[in-house]
């Protein structure tokens, strides 16, 4: 009989044996780094002409591709990011902004209306380092994560599309995003409301308190954080989602 | 120039097998994408700092980057509460659904476990190495690996698959 590391290699390798195939990585990389090079240069671009010359002098050390000198997208006049005082670009992935805030309380539910305008839709958290946002889209629990920005992209992104669970264009959402400090992760059962502790349970969570709870029992606190929605049409391979197999 | 000849050259060399093991952290193949790609990027901006065997330095990134998307995506999946059919022992069949079940059980272990599972017995790093990409001790390895082993072992779904086994 097998041990279960003999069936854990078997399974491993058996399990992502099918990678797709086809796309170009290389050329998907050097894209990133290119549009990465032309936001720090649109980030730069608010700090003043000269910075924007500095970082224009710097660029041909970074990797550059066949289309490099194509004009950026980036429009750097409007909003910036409440974490890094960049600009927020008008568009991401090709869909347009469909609404930006900046907020200056964490620790609760901040509610966020907008209505999708395309298939595709990406929300965006910017927040300080060393917090991290939750976000419930009409009252169901959404997403975690670390929502610090860093470099070339935004802090906190999250993607629908069509195969998973994509919001209908033109219906109103109701999003709501609390930030909290990072080390909340490690008390706090970030889970949907109303799951008994009996699963919780099973699913490994031994914290004490789930998120509802926290946010019930803590105070709010001065954090400043801002949201970009974007909505439309994704342009780009990373809204390409998987269809599953079985 | 040279940098970019070495990373190109690596891109080339290293990505496909860095995509499985994206794919066993995170489970769903545009997100492992995802994943190899940002982590080529960040390697990319690093790469004249990392030396000769870039391979630690990428998995690190590949490994944190990972953790600090946990559910990023939206949730399309929806968990079932129907318990698997049981398999007679000895069947082929059987083995390839105990697999299927280990791959589930796999993907309930905490991203930490699960990393340090992928590492040691799909990329069959010895346990210093899987050390130095986590940034960890070795005796974490070490102790990490045998709770996920002793987790597995005891799940409930493969508890009850081989019980019924036993009993056909």
């Known amino acids: ?246 | 120039m040279r940098d970019r000849a070495e990373f190109t050259a690596y891109v080339e060399a290293r990505s496909p097998r860095m995509l499985r093991t994206a794919y066993l952290l995170c489970r769903d193949w545009a997100q492992a994408e995802d994943l190899v790609q940002t982590a080529l990027v960040r390697a990319w901006r690093a790469w004249r700092r990392i030396g000769d065997d870039p391979d630690p330095y990428v998995y690190r990134i590949l490994v944190n980057t990972h953790a600090s998307w946990w559910r990023r995506r939206w949730r399309g999946e929806v968990p079932t509460s129907a318990p698997p059919e049981a398999t007679a022992a000895g069947d082929a069949m059987g083995a390839a659904d105990n697999r299927a079940l280990l791959w589930e059980a796999l993907g309930r272990l905490p991203r930490g476990q699960r990393a340090v599972l992928v590492l040691r017995f799909f990329e069959d790093l010895s346990e210093p190495r899987v050390a130095e990409i986590l940034g960890c001790s070795v005796g974490t390895v070490k102790s990490q690996t045998s709770k996920a082993l002793a987790k597995m072992r005891v799940d409930p779904q493969i508890v009850a698959v081989t019980a019924e086994s036993r009993r056909v």
């Open chain 1, 1 to 246: 009989m097998p041990t279960i590391e003999e069936e854990l290699r078997q399974t491993l390798t058996e399990a992502s044996a099918n990678a797709p195939t086809g796309g170009d990585r290389l050329a998907e990389v050097r894209q990133r780094i290119r549009r990465g090079n032309r936001m720090r240069l649109a980030g730069g671009a608010l700090a003043g002409a000269s910075a924007l010359a500095l970082a224009g002098l710097l660029a041909p050390s970074t990797l550059t591709g066949p289309d490099a000198d194509h004009p950026t997208t980036v429009n750097v006049a409007a909003v910036t990011s409440a974490s890094s005082g960049r600009a927020l670009p008008d568009t991401y992935l090709g869909m347009p902004r469909v609404t930006a805030q900046r907020f200056s309380t964490g620790g609760k539910r901040t509610r966020i209306d907008f209505a999708p305008t395309g298939p595709n839709t990406a929300i965006t958290i910017q927040c300080p380092t060393g917090t991290i946002a939750v976000a419930w889209l009409n009252g169901r629990l959404l997403a975690y994560g670390d929502c610090h920005r860093r470099g070339d992209t935004f802090g906190w992104t999250t993607i629908s599309a069509p195969d998973a669970g994509a919001l209908p264009a033109g219906k109103t959402v109701a999003l709501e995003i609390a930030v909290l400090p990072a080390s909340t992760q490690r008390t706090v059962a970030i889970v949907p409301d109303g799951l008994p502790t009996e699963k919780l349970r099973k699913e490994g969570h031994t914290r004490k308190q789930t998120i509802t709870q926290y946010l019930a029992t803590n105070p709010t606190s001065q954090v400043t954080w801002s949201t970009a929605i974007y909505s439309g049409t994704c342009k780009s391979t990373d809204c390409t989602t998987t269809k599953r197999t079985k």
